[in-house]
């Protein structure tokens, strides 16, 4: 197949364009010997605690400054498992394709899938292809599911916030969604700003090396950071306290977000980790976690108490408090 | 949310509507102890070997004669991880909807979709839903990714058919094809005809139980009975002969097949399962599949043969031998 070909409808007919497509384009691209067998389930070995989790990815458009859909989609799903403290391992790999997709996007989307999940250290062993009439999809979507092995003895959930924790964010917040938002069409704004859209497995990793008490990991991608403390505030039935002056934010994100009318609490990230962790603990996963490349920026943004179960507040800048509810409408449809 | 509401972009925004939506129509619907945890990864105790594997489902229509998208994006699943030999035991969910859907039918699918997981005895744990903006997406697009344990001993691959096996199929072919088809705009034609869609671990697990000399079991879906044999007689380099007189069809498939121009042998089936058996034992396991309810019509179809590496011919009911390739082209786009 030809880099100037286009997806036709044959690709995903389970025929010989099929075939071709799969064993030229992917199998060879993200050769391993699991995948290369080219049966329709993939079979490993495991033992223990295993996470699984998915995630559809649909973001517009589909190349963006510091991305692109597929390495979204491979550090979406790694992160997700990284939220249990996971390894990442395997990912499986099903993409959605409106006919007349440009091959040579294609391939740039496979080469970046390849060079995310090398980052990552996973393995994509099984996949699918479906093509969908012109008009029938909006260019190109895909899903991951993962897999990743959690180690004895870590316990991390949404449910494990415990009142004195303080919270912790690696870096500075709504750095994918403006960056996203900067391409769309009738939009545009000048920015340098990249998505942050990156792979955490190693930073979380590193944190877990020195810490036993890190009670709650999750990534604050749709919805922001207001609206997944949220989730866990209802889910541990806590309240979490934050301190908007320690929150990381980049200028060009404060700017575009004045412009647009956002709030950056809610606007998406993809390469950032709410980590909340006994207060004892705090200082060391900081340091850890500011000694990985993604990881410069994090700073301690504020602490779980026992009043108001399920509230979010924020004290200002000036010193007064108000409550950061959920997001509430999709000022950002398409962001991942 | 009412019955009449339609999907609205906030719904996948990850905010507040997003988690009502997932609350109240997901959770509570397909619920288990792991799904409702509510954190980004699904954990479970693992051990031995697992089987993984995906499919995007983007069937149209959505609603179709015995059957729907969610049982098909169940059975689908379920029966590649059958493929293995694995018994099926987690899915996850992934939804891409398109914005203005209505709610009444994204909870019938739901519904379609718990009553398809408990006959075929697997949990869905963890789940991911994004809306696009109309005319992004055709209606919906669901993604399962499923995992399944492989007992000692079973070793089931398309690379292990050998010369003098026995080649069966579990029902007639092309009921799945035909049924959508009957019912797309400007194809219609009128029949009584049902999809066969249909999860067949159970019987997979009867036929494992009579005979340890199961080779190789494969679905013929997209692409049909002869693209799918001619996948396996690549991927062990052994030819396989069909005897068109022995393909169980029903007369209504062969009808519309006429009618339509298309050949039975490409026709996707949903519920059916080709299985390649040492000649000692093709019986017991034929009778075997004929005991279960999705299986009485099951027939030996042919045999594996050494010359020719990679070829699937036909001997027809004229008694000629023809050569059944694979699908060229694509006569029957989105048909799952």
Known sequence: MEANDKILLAH????????????????????????????????????????????????????????????????????????????????????????????????????SIKATATEAGVKIITGDTKVVNRGGADKIFINTAGLGAIADGVEISGINAKPGDKVIITGTIGDHGIAVLSQREGLGFETKL??????????VAEMLKVSGKIHVLRDPTRGGLASTLNEIAKQAQVSIRLDESKIPIREEVNGACEMLGLDPLYVANEGKMIVIVSPEDADKVLKAIQKNVYGKNAAVIGDVASDHAGRVSLKTALGSSRIVDMLVGEPLPRIC
């Open 194 to 203: 990249k998505s942050d859209v990156a792979p955490l497995g190693n930073m």
């Open 12 to 111: 995903g007919s389970g025929g010989k364009l099929a075939h071709d497509l799969i064993t030229k384009n992917f199998v060879t691209a993200l050769d391993n010997e699991i995948l290369s067998r080219m049966d329709d389930a993939a079979v490993f070995e495991a033992k223990g605690r295993l996470a699984f989790t998915t995630d559809s990815y649909v973001v517009n458009p589909i190349f963006f400054p510091g991305g692109d859909i597929g390495r979204l989609a491979v550090c979406g799903t790694v992160n997700d498992l990284s939220t249990s403290g996971a390894k990442a391992l395997y990912l499986s790999l099903a993409f959605i394709i409106e006919e007349g997709f440009a091959v040579k996007d294609l391939q740039k989307i496979v080469a």
